[in-house]
């Protein structure tokens, strides 16, 4: 199956994930460690994440080391931040028309 950028960040876990291998590189032992799931289900959340490209592992000795692909994420990230600036005067002018309605019953 083909994976996007946005079936990995889909997943909470994934995302989590990513925030946490955005400063630091770390062993995928390190990774599953960090979470309350068992380390097969990490696993599979990062073969996911390596098949999207977000992530890929350097071999340093028996260690398998994560490291986030950040450029990967750009596309995401435009889109994201594409609605954002319409969503957030959405929100701004239901904001003021709440504040008017305050101000009327006060």
Not at 12 to 23: C, G, K, M, S
Not at 89 to 104: A, C, G, V, W
Request: glycine share 2%; proline share 3%.
């Amino acid at each position: 199956m083909r994976r996007d950028v946005f079936q990995a960040i889909a997943d909470p876990v994934r995302r989590d994930i990513i925030d946490i291998l955005a400063n630091n590189e770390l062993t995928v032992n390190e990774v599953a460690e960090k979470f309350d799931i068992s380390r097969p289900a990490v696993s599979k959340h990062l073969k996911i994440l390596d098949e999207c490209g977000i992530l890929s592992f350097e071999k340093k000795g028996r260690e398998r080391i994560c490291k986030v692909n950040t450029e990967t994420l750009v596309p995401a990230f435009l889109w994201i931040e594409k609605y954002n600036k319409a969503w957030q005067s959405r929100i701004d002018s239901f904001e003021n028309y709440i504040n008017k309605l305050k101000s009327k019953n006060e």
